[in-house]
Nanobody
Framework: QVQLRDSGGGSVESGGSLRLSCEHSGITGRDTIYSMAWFRQAPGKEREGVAGIDSLSRTMYTDSVKGRFTISQDNNKNTLYLQMSGLEPEDTAMYYC?????????????????WGQGTQVTVSS
């Protein structure tokens, strides 16, 4: 059974930093090919892929966060991270971690099967 639990959100001022964590189970294994990613959704907007990482630790980012956000994983701890720096008010959203089994590298939410409950990030100007 796959379970994801994300945490680490909060309120920061513009320019600040936060680190999101996603504890997971049932995803990683020695022979499992998977992808994990962070998504965000602001009120009235569609869910947007922010950053992704796969079982080979290859990463991908949406353009608006390149150079500011870093995705990483610690498979010994079964935890996915998103280090966010240089936060801007436009980054305000509910952030979700998600996972999928398979080799496709994508930040399209329709391809992800498993989701955390979300953690709120609010950036004030």
């Amino acid at each position: 059974q796959v379970q994801l639990r994300d945490s680490g959100g909060g309120s920061v001022e513009s320019g600040g930093s936060l680190r999101l964590s996603c504890e997971h189970s049932g995803i990683t294994g020695r022979d499992t090919i998977y992808s994990m990613a962070w998504f965000r959704q602001a009120p009235g907007k569609e869910r947007e892929g922010v950053a992704g990482i796969d079982s080979l630790s290859r990463t991908m980012y949406t353009d608006s966060v390149k150079g500011r956000f870093t995705i990483s994983q610690d498979n010994n701890k079964n935890t996915l991270y998103l280090q966010m720096s240089g936060l801007e008010p436009e980054d305000t959203a509910m952030y979700y971690c998600a996972a999928r089994i398979g080799a496709k590298r994508t930040l399209d939410p329709q391809f992800f099967n498993y989701w955390g409950q979300g953690t709120q990030v609010t950036v004030s100007s």
